[in-house]
T-cell receptor
Framework: DAGVIQSPRHEVTEMGQEVTLRCKPISGHDYLFWYRQTMMRGLELLIYFNNNVPIDDSGMPEDRFSAKMPNASFSTLKIQPSEPRDSAVYFC?????????????FGPGTRLTVL | AQSVTQLGSHVSVSEGALVLLRCNYSSSVPPYLFWYVQYPNQGLQLLLKYTSAATLVKGINGFEAEFKKSETSFHLTKPSAHMSDAAEYFCAVSDYGNEKLTFGTGTRLTIIP
């Protein structure tokens, strides 16, 4: 089975531009998580979905960030407008319906650089 | 709210020596505990997890961890370090019924030849 797929792997953009990160979870998984990793703040949970419905978005830093999951096999994280402080590695992870006892499988990440 | 503290942001051990990475948790209810490993430029991969069954948990690549409630600890060990173990290791905690994981700040493990 293919693991969690993220695209693009690297994104370089200029401040003020819109950025869209994409994720395809493992087939059959009901939970999808978006994380951000930086040197300063470590690994932070931004938002997670269950059966395509956002459950907790308390980690989303501000209104510039939005996430959607239109179907079970696709999710996006959008930043508009982007700022240099958004530079980080963004990970998507998925897990099955058993929730916290089940393993979260991480994608390879998208390294975002905002100039 | 639950949290984990990883003592030592960097640990260096000689090849063949014991690996010990420390993790202490704080949780108001019995927790589920995880260790993940991150190799350079990759996502996180589960090493092992504790879900209230056996207190000694064995994982992949020869790693194991012991849940000690009295010490609120879940330290990761490996008897003999290998060069391929060089990576960053994250401890994480969740509560039953809560799908959210809270990660520690990570420990970078360096193996000295």
């Amino acid at each position: 089975d293919a693991g969690v797929i993220q695209s693009p792997r690297h994104e370089v953009t200029e401040m003020g531009q819109e950025v869209t990160l994409r994720c395809k979870p493992i087939s059959g998984h009901d939970y999808l998580f978006w994380y951000r990793q930086t040197m300063m703040r470590g690994l932070e949970l931004l938002i997670y979905f269950n059966n395509n419905v956002p459950i907790d978005d308390s980690g989303m830093p501000e209104d510039r960030f939005s996430a959607k999951m239109p179907n079970a096999s696709f999710s996006t994280l959008k930043i508009q407008p982007s700022e240099p402080r958004d530079s980080a590695v963004y990970f998507c992870a998925s897990s099955s319906a058993q929730g916290s006892t089940d393993t979260q499988y991480f994608g390879p990440g998208t390294r975002l650089t905002v100039l | 709210a639950q949290s984990v503290t990883q003592l030592g942001s960097h640990v260096s051990v000689s090849e063949g020596a014991l690996v010990l990475l420390r993790c202490n948790y704080s949780s108001s209810v019995p927790p589920y505990l995880f260790w993940y490993v991150q190799y350079p430029n990759q996502g996180l991969q589960l090493l092992l997890k504790y879900t209230s069954a056996a207190t000694l948990v064995k994982g992949i690549n020869g790693f194991e961890a012991e849940f000690k409630k009295s010490e609120t600890s879940f330290h990761l060990t490996k008897p003999s370090a290998h060069m391929s173990d060089a990576a960053e290791y994250f401890c994480a905690v969740s509560d039953y019924g809560n799908e959210k994981l809270t990660f520690g700040t990570g420990t970078r493990l360096t193996i000295i030849p």
